[in-house]
């Protein structure tokens, strides 16, 4: 089964968080069809944390949605800034998301 286009997917993720109060933005456009989307969680206490596209190798089979790995859990804002800034170097299609939230709970599929 064929994902959802990455613009799609964002767009319906930063409504469905502004809808539940937490402030999301899309920080960075990338390619509209498959451009991989890295979420940045700014946790309002002075630490953020950085969900980042699963790798398929860890899956048994293909997801039907996009499924996520917390790559930095609540560590400083600069050093996901930089992770981020290293990505985009190699990797200009993809998108970025910024959301506000005290939780963890995005409602991402988590692997």
Same mark, same amino acid.
């Given at each position: 089964m064929q994902q959802l286009r990455s613009d $799609?997917?964002?767009a319906a993720f930063v409504r469905r968080h502004n809808n539940m109060g937490n402030f999301c933005v899309v920080s960075r456009r990338g390619? #509209? $069809?498959?451009g991989q989307i890295w979420i940045e969680v700014d946790h309002l206490d002075g630490t953020v #944390? =950085?969900? /980042? +596209?699963a790798p398929g190798a860890l899956m048994d /089979? +293909? +997801?039907d949605d996009r499924v996520f790995q917390k790559r930095f859990e609540r560590t400083d804002p600069q050093t996901v800034r930089?992770?981020?800034a290293r990505e985009i170097e190699f990797d200009?299609? =993809?998108w970025v998301l910024s959301v506000d939230?005290? /939780?963890d709970d995005l409602g =991402?599929?988590?692997i």
């Open positions: $799609i997917w964002c390619d #509209s $069809i498959a #944390s =950085l969900f /980042t +596209p /089979t +293909p +997801p930089d992770r981020i200009q299609d =993809l939230c005290r /939780t =991402l599929d988590l």
